[in-house]
């Protein structure tokens, strides 16, 4: 399990492992975003809507209510093989967008398959 680097994502990484996750293929995976108002929160949305429309990896977009009762959270689903790279990447990104809208980040996740697990 030393393949994974010592951060937060690492950690996840290797619980997956751990559970027999199957990093062999694409998954759709979550990130999860945090920003002030519902308005940040649909800059952001549509500037994926827009830099990615053509890009079949980005499957979904969504805007919920934060658990605070006055942010808006944010999660756009990113179909890829899931690895500590493309993770980091993504989520660079999306923080670099999410900044300029006074927002944040807020972590990832990804869907287990019960026959995975049950392997």
């Known amino acids: ?21 199957n990093f062999e293929i694409e998954h759709p995976v ?10 940040a ?3 952001v949305a549509e500037h994926y809507r827009q830099t990615h429309q053509e890009d079949e ?16 959270e944010l999660v756009v689903t990113q179909i890829m093989m899931v ?7 993504f989520e660079k990104k999306l923080e670099v ?3 300029q809208n006074k927002g944040t980040t807020d972590g990832w996740g990804v869907m287990q398959d019960e026959d995975e697990e049950s392997a």
């Open 41 to 43: 929160a649909q800059t």
């Open 1 to 21: 399990m030393d393949q994974f680097p010592d951060d937060d994502n690492g950690a996840i990484l290797r619980c997956l492992a751990e559970h027999r996750f």
């Open 83 to 89: 690895n500590h790279d493309n993770v980091c990447q």
């Open 30 to 39: 979550d990130f999860f975003a945090l920003l002030p108002s519902e308005d």
């Open 57 to 72: 990896q980005v499957s979904d977009i969504e805007l919920r209510p934060g658990l605070d009762g006055k942010s808006t």
């Open 97 to 99: 967008v999410c900044r």
